[in-house]
């Protein structure tokens, strides 16, 4: 077994460029009680946040926030260095373009085919030359291997190709940013798997910054341990000599009531003495 050298979770280079995310002491309650408490984190451009924590612990708030679909009661959230918290509708919905989220359960709209799913970004954006928009379905539903079923009904999907059209549907404007809720839930692990190499791929071969919400260790297994060789077209160890290295750090937080219970990098989570971290560690 080959010792992976120690990961540096921040480089210098990091420290220097402006976060793609950053939450500084965001804390929000609904009827008085707190559900994200004095929260703060960074997200380097190109990095992942692994997003770990119980059920009901403050998982999908924390995305919904990043987004603008919640504002906090006090802090910051900061996207590509941009506080948002102060701007109106009109100024979020800019910002939303630059991101893409997979939302918990992948929900499609039922009624609309796939194609009109995944177009539906794009309209919204303004885009009205058909041509140019089924091109770009096509491209998308390629990235995530669905072209196929771009007259399908999402009704006629498998829970796996649902959740491959989601993640086309969330980058058919091209985002710099990538929220996953729980991508993963409910599926086989095989299929579980291709949807890990999806987040891989766009993370490693756009530089995507992602935050991605799991309950699998397997996940976090995978998307801290590979890199998507462009040339091989598959994933391959992240921690090879002379091989290809992820782009960003992977950083791990655990959410507890609200709360950030641990930060850090895998080799930081394994250290971690607190027995309740431990179910968390490979
Ligand atoms: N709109 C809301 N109004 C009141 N309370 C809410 C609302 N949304 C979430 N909560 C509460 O905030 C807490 C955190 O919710 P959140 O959805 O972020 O949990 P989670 O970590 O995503 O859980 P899961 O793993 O089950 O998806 C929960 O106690 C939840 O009941
Ligand atoms: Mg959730």
Same mark, same amino acid.
């Given at each position: 077994?080959?010792?992976?050298?120690?990961?540096?979770?921040?480089?210098?280079?990091?420290?220097?460029?402006?976060?793609?995310?950053?939450?500084?002491?965001?804390?929000?309650?609904?009827?008085?009680?707190?559900?994200?408490?004095?929260?703060?984190?960074?997200?380097?451009?190109?990095?992942?946040?692994?997003?770990?924590?119980?059920?009901?612990?403050?998982?999908?708030?924390?995305?919904?926030?990043?987004?603008?679909?919640?504002?906090?009661?006090?802090?910051?959230?900061?996207?590509?260095?941009?506080?948002?918290?102060?701007?109106?509708?009109?100024?979020?919905?800019?910002?939303?373009?630059?991101?893409?989220?997979?939302?918990?359960?992948?929900?499609?709209?039922?009624?609309?085919?796939?194609?009109?799913?995944?177009?539906?970004?794009?309209?919204?954006?303004?885009?009205?030359?058909?041509?140019?928009?089924?091109?770009?379905?096509?491209?998308?539903?390629? @990235? &995530?291997?669905?072209?196929?079923?771009?007259?399908?009904? !999402? *009704?006629?999907?498998? =829970? #796996?190709? $649902? /959740? %491959?059209?989601?993640?086309?549907?969330?980058?058919?404007?091209?985002?710099?940013?990538?929220?996953?809720?729980?991508?993963?839930?409910?599926?086989?692990?095989?299929?579980?798997?291709?949807?890990?190499?999806?987040?891989?791929?766009?993370?490693?071969?756009?530089?995507?910054?992602?935050?991605?919400?799991?309950?699998?260790?397997?996940?976090?297994?995978?998307?801290?341990? @590979? &890199?998507?060789?462009?040339?091989?077209?598959?994933?391959? !160890? *992240?921690?090879?000599? =002379? #091989?290809? $290295? /992820? %782009?960003?750090?992977?950083?791990?937080?655990?959410?507890?009531?609200?709360?950030?219970?641990?930060?850090?990098?895998?080799?930081?989570?394994?250290?971690?003495?607190?027995?309740?971290?431990?179910?968390?560690?490979?």
């Amino acid at each position: 077994m080959m010792v992976p050298p120690a990961e540096e979770p921040f480089s210098k280079r990091d420290q220097m460029s402006t976060p793609a995310i950053e939450m500084r002491h965001v804390s929000l309650a609904f009827d008085e009680k707190p559900v994200i408490d004095d929260v703060s984190f960074q997200v380097p451009p190109g990095g992942t946040l692994i997003l770990l924590g119980a059920t009901g612990s403050g998982k999908s708030l924390l995305l919904k926030l990043i987004l603008g679909l919640l504002k906090p009661d006090r802090g910051e959230i900061l996207i590509e260095g941009q506080d948002i918290v102060p701007l109106p509708e009109t100024a979020l919905n800019a910002i939303r373009k630059r991101m893409g989220i997979v939302f918990q359960e992948g929900a499609l709209f039922d009624s609309l085919p796939v194609y009109e799913n995944v177009s539906y970004r794009l309209r919204e954006d303004g885009e009205r030359d058909e041509a140019k928009i089924e091109a770009r379905v096509r491209e998308v539903l390629g @990235f &995530v291997e669905m072209e196929h079923a771009i007259d399908k009904m !999402p *009704a006629e999907l498998s =829970g #796996g190709m $649902r /959740r %491959r059209v989601a993640i086309a549907r969330a980058i058919a404007s091209a985002p710099s940013i990538m929220l996953y809720d729980s991508p993963t839930a409910g599926l086989d692990p095989i299929t579980a798997q291709t949807i890990n190499v999806l987040i891989i791929k766009l993370r490693d071969l756009q530089g995507v910054t992602s935050v991605v919400v799991t309950h699998r260790l397997q996940d976090t297994v995978v998307l801290t341990n @590979f &890199v998507y060789s462009a040339e091989r077209k598959a994933l391959v !160890p *992240a921690f090879t000599d =002379g #091989g290809p $290295r /992820r %782009r960003g750090p992977v950083l791990f937080q655990i959410m507890r009531e609200g709360r950030v219970a641990f930060q850090g990098t895998q080799e930081e989570l394994a250290r971690a003495a607190d027995p309740s971290l431990q179910r968390f560690v490979a």
